[in-house]
């Protein structure tokens, strides 16, 4: 599956994302090792703290699958700058199944940043070896 297929996914699952307090929409589209692809959305709630974001979404949702073995994670926010990075919580999330995972992420179209996990999160909490 090419970048262009994979962010698509992801501006299109991004439409569904229930966030009434920010504004502020995120979709996720996460390419499995098996072909799957995984989508999630940010689902916010009156307890802010209670918020999931969308690529902690996708990555539930694989799991729940029976899948961790993951290829690529595309991402797309509402935002008309810059591209908006994972939290710090997902990158934890993320690196916990992917250490060297790929992520796009973009905003506007044409927007992009490629990145992987351990650039964005070089340092992370790890209480075993794997």
Known sequence: MSDDELIGLAREVKENAHAPYSGFRVGAALLAGDGR???GVNVENASIGLSV???????ARA???GVTD?????IVTD?????TMPCGVCRQVIWEFARELPIIVESKPGARVH?????????PFTSYKR
């Open 37 to 39: 692809v995984f989508t």
């Open 53 to 59: 974001c969308a690529e902690r979404n996708a990555i």
């Open 63 to 65: 799991v729940a699958d």
């Open 70 to 74: 993951f290829v690529r994670l595309a």
């Open 79 to 83: 935002s008309t700058d810059e591209p």
């Open 115 to 123: 990145t992987t996990i351990a650039e964005l999160f070089p340092r």
